[in-house]
């Protein structure tokens, strides 16, 4: 079975400052994928980005960038320089290779950010 | 490029009721489709799955049902509404046979009364 832990529910963080969400995943298959999620109050998820187990890469997009650990089963995302447009609700999800591409997700973790 | 829609936005239902919410999708063939459901607490859980053209895969018993008459179109139902089927209704769409991610639709909010 699959499991996403995103231990922090609500983070509330200052303009400019730096933020970092943490998701921690078990799953038993040696290929899969993860992905991080926003929700803004609209309530639609937009996509982030995917990276798949054999691609240990750290990646940075703009003010975005995430750590992806395997040896600790971490994908971690951290946001620089905080904007008011960052307040949303942040989502870790794993899909394993089998299963018709079915994603598990964490619990969520509401980010806000006070200007 | 690809578009998803859903309807309604929102709606508000008595109980014992029936519902219908329509999500389609544009500028891709033989998508897979899911219907997720958010209750109050933002959790998200996969209520029912489709690979193809009246192929539903259910993941968790209740009180809904969902249908795919055509390849874009995803339809959730319910004969008779419970107050617990309040929530964010969210469609969603991948690539089929790829593990990849899944693109949302903007959601209808229900509200059962």
């Known amino acids: 079975a699959q499991k996403v832990t995103q231990a922090q529910t609500e983070i509330s963080v200052v303009e400019k400052e730096d933020v970092t969400l943490d998701c921690v995943y078990e799953?038993?298959?040696?290929?899969?994928?993860l992905f991080w999620y926003k929700q803004p109050p609209s309530g639609e998820l937009v996509f982030l980005i995917r990276r798949n187990s054999f691609d240990e890469q750290n990646e940075i997009s703009g003010r975005y960038s995430w750590n992806f650990q395997k040896s600790t089963s971490s994908f971690n995302f951290t946001i620089t320089a905080s904007q008011v447009v960052d307040s949303a609700v942040y989502f870790c999800a794993l899909s394993e290779t089998r299963g018709n591409n079915r994603l598990a997700f964490g619990k969520g973790n509401q980010v806000v950010v006070i200007p | 490029s690809q578009t998803i829609h859903q309807w309604p936005a929102t709606l508000v239902q008595p109980v014992g009721s029936p519902l219908s919410l329509e999500c389609t999708v544009e500028?891709?063939?033989?998508?897979?489709l899911y219907w997720y459901r958010q209750a109050a607490g933002r959790g998200l859980q996969l209520l029912f799955y489709s690979v193809g053209i009246g192929q539903i895969s259910s993941e968790v018993p209740q009180n809904l049902s969902a249908s795919r008459p055509q390849d874009r179109q995803f339809i959730l139902s319910s004969k008779k509404l419970l107050l617990s089927d309040s929530g964010f209704y969210l469609c969603?769409?991948?690539?089929?046979?790829?593990?990849?991610?899944?693109?949302f639709g903007p959601g209808t909010r229900l509200t059962v009364t």
């Open positions: 799953t038993r298959d040696t290929t899969y994928y």
């Open positions: 969603a769409w991948s690539v089929r046979r790829l593990t990849y991610e899944q693109y």
């Open positions: 500028g891709t063939s033989n998508p897979n």
